[in-house]
């Protein structure tokens, strides 16, 4: 039987160039939404305490060592901190789930992090965007994901849907050298489908018909 999760994707403001602001304004939006019965609630890309869109259109050096730089830099969230604590309280009086954006300061670098608190305040993921792109590179650095635990609300299952590509290219050399394989509810899928998969597939040529690789 499946279970309807009441989900909300916030849009809101930032406080500019207050990292006290903006987690004072995403509390009380946290709070709002639990009253309204919201169990999980998502808040945009480094809204703590603010998106540093001067990366635009700032030059190169600017952007690692000027004073916009600086300003977030300073306001920029450590973990753990009052600011992160503010969230995670918030989070459990609410009785929800909550993933945020923030420029995480860790040392002397910056990163682009998502922090995911359950909905008893614990902290339960710290993820640094791992390849920031073109102009992030000046501002946010190399990162990874660390530690996960199962929340009540989200806990995984059995699988509904897998989908497999084996590469040999002698078996498979009519559909690139890769066979496709789909199970629904552990019951594979039939020969109408598979002969879908190829055509999709085929489009990325240059990337050896694989969508998503591992980073590497």
């Known amino acids: 039987m499946s279970t309807i999760i009441k989900a909300a994707a916030v849009?809101?403001?930032?406080?500019?160039?207050?990292?006290?602001?903006?987690?004072?304004?995403?509390?009380?939006?946290?709070?709002?939404?639990?009253?309204?019965?919201?169990?999980?609630?998502?808040?945009?890309?480094?809204?703590?305490?603010?998106?540093?869109?001067?990366?635009?259109?700032?030059?190169?050096?600017?952007?690692?060592?000027?004073?916009?730089?600086?300003k977030l830099l300073d306001q920029a969230v450590t973990v753990p901190s009052p600011a992160a604590d503010a969230i995670g309280k918030a989070a459990k009086q609410a009785g929800v789930v909550v993933s945020i954006g923030v420029n995480e300061r860790d040392g002397g670098t910056l990163y682009n992090t998502q922090l995911l608190f359950d909905a008893d305040g614990t902290l339960m993921q710290r993820r640094r965007k791992i390849s920031p792109n073109y102009?992030?590179?000046?501002?946010?650095?190399?990162?990874?994901q660390q530690s996960l635990w199962p929340s009540p609300i989200f806990r995984s299952r059995h699988p509904t849907?897998?989908?497999?590509?084996?590469?040999?290219?002698?078996?498979?050399?009519?559909?690139?050298?890769?066979?496709?394989?789909?199970?629904?509810?552990?019951?594979?899928g039939d020969d109408a489908l598979m002969k879908t998969c190829f055509a999709c597939h085929n489009e990325i040529k240059s990337r050896d018909l694989v969508f998503t690789r591992y980073a590497q």
Not at 47 to 53: E, L, Q, S, T
């Open 135 to 144: 102009h992030e590179r000046m501002i946010w650095g190399q990162g990874k």
């Open 11 to 70: 849009q809101i403001s930032p406080v500019l160039y207050s990292r006290e602001g903006t987690v004072e304004k995403v509390v009380k939006k946290i709070r709002d939404l639990g009253n309204q019965g919201v169990q999980f609630a998502t808040f945009p890309e480094t809204i703590v305490p603010y998106y540093p869109y001067f990366s635009f259109i700032q030059a190169p050096m600017q952007n690692i060592v000027g004073p916009e730089q600086r």
């Open 161 to 188: 849907n897998i989908q497999f590509m084996v590469k040999d290219t002698k078996k498979y050399a009519k559909t690139g050298g890769w066979g496709f394989a789909h199970f629904q509810d552990g019951k594979p």
